[in-house]
């Protein structure tokens, strides 16, 4: 049998041409030719590569894509309605091109640089894969080689960005078998506080397409951001995302993490905490259905004294989806005092779904205080009884506690307008009833 | 309102009731007592619907309907109220939510329009008087982390607001200090009313100090072994419930 490896990937022909942007810089054409020569020696990962242990690469392997985009007809109204947040800064990626008609990028708070990544290539040669290892099995060689598009993201020290920035992409499904490659940078000075949404939606509830995105973090000294990823893309879509940030001194990054569309998902997530009193919250959750298959991989490593992280993952399976969660903590020899939780919950709510959970914690200092557990379940009998003893139906009562267990994540968001927005995505995706 | 016929009850085959009979009017507040086991808790169940008992014999007429066909939800919507004796927390699903949701369901059944948020805050603040609870409750999740009397306060206030034909309060003095015991009393003598019939299950008679029923039952073994009027809670705190298993059979009021 032929091994995934060996075979002729829909990505392998592609030449990386002049059309690609910034290929004038001397740097970054080294940095694509070496990603390149990685991806052709290595091509998708398979199965028995540990981290894809549960997760298959093949149907992808089979599929073909394409690059070429037609241009979308996408309007202001239509792009508005898909939006999540209405007051905020908006960066739209259309079918992976920026679209400048539909972005709102003009009017930008004292301190902010936001721009597409393909205008900012010229600027970003100190932060551009910073964080990512294209050696790493998966598709950072890939991401790396064909990056035509994304967010670039500074803020200047001291400066608080008040307004929320929504990074749209949206794939239309008018090209078919469209794959995308996205890159993001997000880059906070000293003191810099900033919040942010990723999201990632299709138009068309069947298009097939491949959404390849790495979003890299840098925080400085101090700076806070807050970060949110919500991902509802057509379920016969892949979505391959990795999220790499590191934290100085006191910084702050709260993550969350909603996986609630495509065929297949996987994310891996990652912090370095490399400066004392740093602060990272990595929370995520995950509605799957029907043949969904999402996979979470998080990592945080706590490489100084004094360092916390917080992890809630809740998983709600329904169908025949399977779900994989496997979060590191790592915490290092001088790692001192650190303060560690994680937790992965999984509600079932068919005989026929699948999770695959692993939180792993890797502990080489002796004085830290570190907790983790994952829990299996389904909806509790008695509550169910409760809530229909006070008239509601079955199916609301169902219905309204498989929210409320999926919900406890996006508690911890402090921003109540992005946190609203969020639950009422949320609730769309829940069994009807409520 | 209700009529028990000879009703019996098992539990994976074990039979816990064994021949009730009994009828509630209007208006009557009835009190049920009796031992540990001898199936009060069983009784509260059968009426509210809950899963698990299985009705071997008789039957239980409410308002012309028998009630031992209808799903929960649908007791629920006619006007039938458990009061739970340990009431089950719900994270994720806040107290205001859970009132407005309860609330609508029943109106939904009555033909009535949804309650729109204004009217229904002004309702709830109403009704949150009667037990003495503060706004801050409404925003916490449903008995999370709330005492015993906080709880028992929460089911009161959900018997308030959905203004039930019928409520059945199962041990609802249990884990009561004695102040948390007179608040439920008077939010639950609050809700005495001439078209509202309440029956009151408790193992002890200081409940009855300040709800008074009307009736006095008393059941042990599955069987109302005697009744009558609040005097006999009176006899039953002094002499125990050693002698009823000396007491004719069948002997009610």
Redesign the interface.
């Known amino acids: 049998m032929k091994q995934l490896t060996d075979i002729t990937t829909p990505f392998s022909d592609i030449a990386v041409d002049n059309t690609i942007p910034g290929q004038e810089l001397d740097w970054l054409k080294t940095l694509r030719e070496q990603a390149r020569a990685q991806f052709q020696r290595h091509g998708l990962p398979s199965k028995k590569v540990e981290d894809w242990k549960y997760t298959s690469l093949w149907a992808l392997s089979q599929e073909t894509f394409t690059h070429e985009a037609q241009a979308s007809q996408l309007n202001e109204t239509r792009c508005s309605e898909v939006a999540l947040l209405e007051s905020a800064y908006r960066l739209v990626i259309v079918d992976g091109q920026f679209n400048a008609e539909l972005s709102r990028i003009d009017d930008l708070e004292a301190g902010l640089t936001l721009l597409p990544l393909s205008q900012a290539l010229s600027m970003s040669e100190a932060v551009l894969n910073q964080q990512i290892d294209i050696e790493k099995p998966g598709l950072n060689a890939l991401n790396t080689m064909l990056m035509n598009e994304g967010a670039y993201i500074q803020v200047k020290a001291g400066s608080n960005i008040t307004k929320p920035i929504e990074l749209l992409v949206i794939n239309t499904g008018e090209t078919e078998k469209l794959a995308t490659h996205l890159r993001h940078v997000i880059d906070l000075a000293k003191d810099a506080d900033l919040t942010i949404v990723e999201h990632y939606a299709s138009l068309n509830d069947e298009s097939v397409g491949l959404t390849d995105v790495i979003s890299e973090v840098n925080l400085a000294d101090n700076a806070r951001l807050n970060h949110f990823k919500l991902q509802h893309e057509s379920l016969s879509h892949y979505h391959i995302a990795t999220l790499a940030g590191k934290q100085a001194s006191t910084s702050t990054w709260h993550t969350n993490n909603i996986s609630l569309g495509a065929k297949l998902a996987r994310n891996d997530i990652h912090s370095q905490l490399l400066g004392e009193q740093a602060h990272v919250t990595m929370d995520g959750m995950y509605l799957v259905t029907g043949k969904q298959h999402v996979d979470n991989h998080t990592r945080i490593d706590h490489a100084v004294p004094n360092t916390t992280s917080e992890e809630i993952y809740k998983g709600v399976l329904d169908g025949d989806s399977h779900a994989v969660f496997n979060g590191k903590v790592i915490v290092h020899k001088d790692a001192q005092k650190t303060d560690a939780n994680q937790s992965n919950r999984n509600l079932l709510l068919s005989r026929t779904c699948e999770i695959d959970t692993k939180p792993e914690m890797e502990i080489y200092a002796d004085d830290v205080k570190c907790g983790h557990g994952s829990t299996v379940g389904q909806l509790d009998e008695q509550q169910i009884f409760f809530l229909r003893s006070r008239g509601l139906d079955e199916t609301s009562a169902r219905s309204l506690l498989t929210y409320a267990f999926a919900v406890e994540v996006l508690q911890r968001i402090a921003d109540l307008p992005i946190r609203q927005a969020l639950s009422n995505v949320i609730e769309t995706r829940l069994p009807r009833g409520v | 309102m209700l009529t028990i016929k000879n009703l019996h009850a098992s539990v994976d085959g074990k039979e816990i009731l064994r021949g009730i009979d009994m009828t509630v009017n209007p208006g009557e507040v009835h009190a049920i007592m009796g031992p540990n086991g001898a199936g009060k808790s069983t009784l509260s169940n059968v009426l ?4 698990g008992y299985e009705i071997t014999q008789g039957e239980v007429i409410y308002k012309g309907e028998n009630l031992l066909e209808l ?3 649908e ?3 006619r006007g039938v ?2 009061a ?1 004796q340990y ?2 927390e ?4 806040s107290n205001v939510y ?1 009132l407005k ?3 609508n ?2 109106r939904k ?1 009555q033909g009535l329009e949804e309650v729109d948020a204004m009217d229904f805050l002004t309702l709830v603040r109403e009704k949150m008087k009667l037990v003495k609870m503060n706004e801050e409750f409404l925003h916490r999740n449903v008995n999370e982390g709330f005492s015993g009397g906080e709880k028992k306060r929460n089911e009161i206030l ?1 018997m308030a607001i ?1 203004e039930p034909a019928l409520a059945i309060l199962d041990e609802t003095d249990s884990g009561l200090d004695i102040d948390a015991l007179r608040i439920v009393s008077e939010g639950v003598n609050a809700l005495r009313a001439e078209d509202r019939s309440i029956v009151m299950i408790t193992h002890y008679q200081r409940l009855l100090d300040h709800i008074v029923p009307d009736f006095v039952h008393v059941l042990s073994e599955g069987r109302i072994v005697k009744s009558g009027d609040k005097e006999l809670a009176k006899e039953l705190e002094k002499s125990g419930y050693s002698w009823i298993h000396d007491a004719p059979e069948g002997e009610t009021a």
């Open positions: 509210a619907g809950r899963d799903e929960p939800e007791r629920a919507q109220f458990l739970f009431p089950v719900i994270p994720g699903v859970l949701s309860a609330l369901a029943v059944y959900q959905l």
